[in-house]
């Protein structure tokens, strides 16, 4: 079975802070996606590494930086917290461009 | 750019039938994924179609129209756990980045 694992389900932080979400899986899949979820609006997709070291912005990346030093990780950042950052944030991973993408149990965040 | 539209909600009986539409219109259609999210979890994998034409999987099936922008996913002798949310998502261009719906709450009754 595929294993995406997030390091947190559940994270309070304070405005202005630094926060990282870490993502995990154990397939060696080569792209890896991190989303953030909002009610009313879906999954928007924030950033996405198709390899190592590699990344590109998704559609809502203002505010977050990516971290892809391995292949089975990729790290999800908020340089400074703020309350619109407020969301659940799930990562996913697929082996390849055809494939679905496998999600892990997301993270809830919650700045205050 | 990408507009993808699905109802918000829907409400079946047990043992019915019900099927749950979606809408698209995006540049660089490249397939089409229904995905299954109970509250608090993670969204997981039903179905997938990049040609026209119905898909069946017990008793989940997918339908695709790419002339029409048009999929539906259908779900038979529905069972309380089935009560979720169904999220339609369109893949673009070569890569595979998704574009998902705002989601259908399902709730299925006895």
């Known amino acids: 079975d595929v294993k995406v694992t997030q390091s947190s389900r559940y994270l309070v932080k304070r405005t202005g802070e630094k926060v990282f979400l870490e993502c995990v899986q154990d397939m060696d899949h080569e792209n890896m996606f991190w989303y953030r979820q909002d009610p009313g609006l879906g999954l928007r997709l924030i950033y996405f590494s198709y390899d190592v070291k590699m990344k590109e912005k998704g559609d809502i990346p203002e505010g977050y930086s990516v971290s892809r030093e391995k292949k089975e990780r990729f790290s999800l950042i908020l340089e400074s917290a703020s309350t619109n950052q407020t969301s659940m944030y799930l990562c996913?991973?697929?082996?390849?461009?055809?494939?679905?993408?496998?999600f892990g149990p997301g993270t809830r965040l919650l700045v205050l | 750019g990408q507009n993808i539209d699905q109802p918000t909600e829907m409400t079946a009986t047990e043992g019915a039938i019900v099927q749950i539409n979606c809408t698209y219109q995006?540049?660089?259609?490249?397939?089409l994924f229904w995905y299954q999210q109970h509250a608090g979890e993670a969204p997981t994998f039903l179905s997938y179609?990049?040609?026209?034409g119905l898909e069946e999987k017990g008793r989940f099936s997918s339908f695709l129209s790419r002339s029409k922008g048009y999929s539906y996913l259908l779900l038979k002798e529905l069972q309380m756990k089935d009560s979720a949310s169904y999220l339609c998502?369109?893949?673009?261009?070569?890569?595979?980045?998704?574009?998902f719906g705002t989601g259908t709450q399902l709730k299925v009754e006895l």
């Open positions: 179609n990049v040609l026209d």
């Open positions: 995006t540049s660089g259609f490249n397939g």
């Open positions: 996913a991973s697929s082996p390849g461009n055809q494939e679905t993408q496998y």
């Open positions: 998502a369109v893949r673009r261009g070569g890569g595979n980045k998704l574009t």
